[in-house]
């Protein structure tokens, strides 16, 4: 049996920051070992997504001695692999609670193990440092935030020389450095002194960032009328980071649009208080910005989520109220914008990237105007890899996106920039303005022109992996059973599933040898079965959360029909695959 008080004098013998080392030694004191335990059985995981947790002491959360322990194995992973002159990195953080502290521990830790480390002297959005990463051509690149999780949170962000968030398996490597590097090298500067002896890259950063956007991501700025009024949108950075950035940017550039920040929500605060989750989203979570702009008369609305990488977008209706837009609609207005004014190469061919939990509009809308379409895993770092790949052998890089209001315009950097996308969706919808349409119009437009793709993206709760593993033991064992087969919905309805793809087993049907083309993992749960008329339905398990999330769609030629295909298909099969009473799953409670 491990001795958790032990363990816990161990730890707080070398924790630097006096509030968890108090923290932990009251638990000691106590000797709550059940509270020991659960700050001490398991330690957070170093993925590709870097870290992310709660801020509190122990090595299950994110804290000081965790970013001083993450920060030396990553620095001795790098300068195992990494030439002498060339061990460059980038630190940024955002304005969370800790975020400076925490990046005050990672630079000391980068100049100790001999790094040289350009520096964000203050809270910027995480665009600026993959930005920076390849703009000074380093090695790699932190950022501190956890983007749109709830205030008790924080993480550690990273990023490869290519300027993706990095993926296996240099996050094992990391992970394995890290292990052996838990007692700090030594009695390290904590506090702002830390940045002495860094590169001060702010400045620098924020003009080559504009410059890179103008030449980038302005796509048909000559065609906008420029004696016409200025469009006039709605911003809110959701109480984050992206208002002063967003509005030097929009300053600096020839996009004439009247940049309103939404009063209450303008300034950066940790404490969020106008939103019950900083997450844009969230059902509810503009309603601020909206109200702000029927006060002044504006009918669109901008946000970015705190960390500004991700953006919503909302529309008035004509009939009144407003449409928060998907991020499948967005996705869809950004690529008839690229293609709009796509200048044909032919020398290389137009592409777009999308998760694999996205709509397919995109490769409909491809099939039919002639660019090439290609699906990743979930993750930003699967699509910004994917359109590095691509554009290496000759493809020529258009838009790529998650469904999660995550989008990239431009290879500027490759990760989701929801500030550079914000100017880029204004300058489209002033020139749509100007042709006396909007962006509601104009995506009824394009579903009529590619068929209404109706999307469901929804989760249950599964407390009890053993269950989740014979749900898709069950799945497996289905199409093992023989392919194409055929289920029914309730009023008869036939669908026939044509292909199936399984990045367990990397079994997929549609392809000429029966392999995924998509990485595989035998530890993971997700499978994907297609039908003949379009539709498709996709279940995978949470890597993070106890959740099986379960996506479908359906195509059809009119709205409501898109709607009511929806709902049926759905019903069926939930009730053919997913079985939630069956397996114990939980649907959420709806407030």
Same mark, same amino acid.
């Given at each position: 049996? =491990?001795?958790?008080?032990?363990? /816990? ?43 992310? /947790?709660?801020?509190?002491? %122990? ?42 502290? +925490? ?21 910027? %959005? ?63 500067? @904590? ?5 002495? %002896?860094?590169?001060? !890259? @702010? ?9 890179? $956007? ?28 992206? !208002? &002063? ?26 404490? +969020?208080?106008? $939103? ?6 969230? &059902? ?48 869809? @207005? ?28 995109? *490769? ?6 002639? #660019? ?38 431009? @290879? ?12 880029? +969706? ?9 042709? %006396? =349409? ?86 993971? !749960? ?22 099986? &999330?379960?996506? =479908? ?10 709607? $009511?295909?929806?709902?049926? #298909? ?8 997913? *079985?939630?009473?069956?397996?114990? #799953? ?6």
């Amino acid at each position: 049996m =491990t001795d958790w008080v032990t363990t /816990a004098r161990e730890w707080v013998s070398i924790d630097p920051n006096p509030t968890t080392k108090a923290e932990i030694q009251g638990f000691i004191d106590a000797n709550d070992t059940e509270e020991l335990q659960k700050r001490f059985q398991k330690r957070i995981i170093f993925g590709t997504a870097g870290l992310r /947790a709660k801020m509190q002491g %122990g090595p299950a959360f994110m804290n000081q001695l965790v970013v001083l322990q993450t920060s030396q194995g990553m620095a001795e992973y790098l300068s195992s692999v990494v030439a002498k002159e060339d061990r460059k990195i980038v630190v940024g953080f955002d304005h969370r609670h800790n975020s400076r502290a +925490f990046a005050c521990s990672a630079i000391a830790v980068f100049k100790q193990a001999g790094f040289t480390v350009y520096a964000f002297p203050e809270q910027v %959005g995480t665009p600026f440092v993959p930005f920076a990463v390849g703009h000074f051509k380093c090695c790699a690149g932190v950022m501190i935030t956890a983007s749109h999780n709830p205030k008790a949170d924080n993480g550690f962000k990273v990023y490869g020389s290519n300027t993706c968030q990095i993926i296996p398996p240099l996050d094992d490597h990391i992970s394995d450095a890290i292990q052996k590097n838990l007692k700090p090298w030594t009695s390290y500067e @904590l506090t702002d002194k830390a940045f002495e %002896g860094t590169i001060d !890259c @702010l400045e620098e950063i924020q003009t080559a960032y504009t410059k890179a $956007v103008i030449e980038q991501c302005l796509l048909g700025l000559s065609t906008i009328n420029k004696d016409a009024p200025p469009l006039r949108a709605v911003y809110t950075p959701m109480h984050g980071v992206g !208002c &002063k950035y967003v509005e030097a940017l929009f300053d600096k550039t020839a996009v004439a649009c009247t940049l309103l920040p939404t009063p209450s929500q303008k300034d950066p605060d940790p404490e +969020f208080p106008t $939103v019950s989750f900083p997450n844009p989203e969230e &059902k509810g979570a503009l309603d601020e910005a909206c109200k702000y702009a029927d006060e002044q008369g504006v009918s669109l609305v901008l946000a970015n989520d705190p960390d500004a990488d991700r953006l919503a977008v909302a529309a008035k209706k004509k009939e009144g109220g407003w449409h928060v837009l998907t991020g499948n609609e967005i996705a869809l @207005l950004f690529t008839f914008w690229a293609w709009k004014h796509y200048k044909k190469n032919d020398k290389k061919r137009p592409f777009v990237v999308a998760s694999t939990v996205s709509s397919k509009i995109l *490769q409909t809308m491809g099939r039919k105007e002639g #660019f090439d379409f290609y699906d990743t895993l979930t993750g930003f770092k699967w699509i910004g890899n994917k359109a590095y790949d691509v554009s290496q052998v000759g493809g020529d890089f258009l838009f790529g996106y998650e469904v999660e209001i995550g989008f990239m315009i431009g @290879l500027m950097s490759l990760d989701k920039d929801g500030m550079r996308t914000a100017i880029t +969706f204004s300058l489209m919808a002033q020139w749509l303005s100007q042709q %006396g =349409t909007d962006v509601i119009a104009t995506l009824t437009d394009l579903y009529t022109k590619y068929g209404y793709h109706h999307m469901v993206n929804k989760y249950f709760f599964c407390y009890n992996p053993d269950n989740m593993r014979a749900c898709f033991a069950a799945m497996q064992e289905r199409y093992k059973a023989g392919l194409p087969f055929t289920i029914e919905a309730k009023d008869g309805t036939k669908y026939t599933v044509q292909n199936v793809r399984d990045l367990q087993t990397g079994f997929d049907s549609s392809t000429a040898d029966k392999k995924a083309a998509l990485p595989v993992d035998a530890k993971a !749960c997700m499978i994907t079965f297609s039908c003949d008329d379009g539709s498709w339905f996709t279940a995978r398990g949470s890597g993070t959360e106890p959740k099986v &999330k379960y996506y =479908t769609e359906v195509v059809a030629p009119t709205k409501e029909e898109a709607g $009511v295909a929806s709902a049926k #298909f759905t019903e069926t099969v939930l009730a053919e695959f997913m *079985q939630a009473e069956k397996y114990g #799953f939980e649907a959420p409670q709806v407030k």
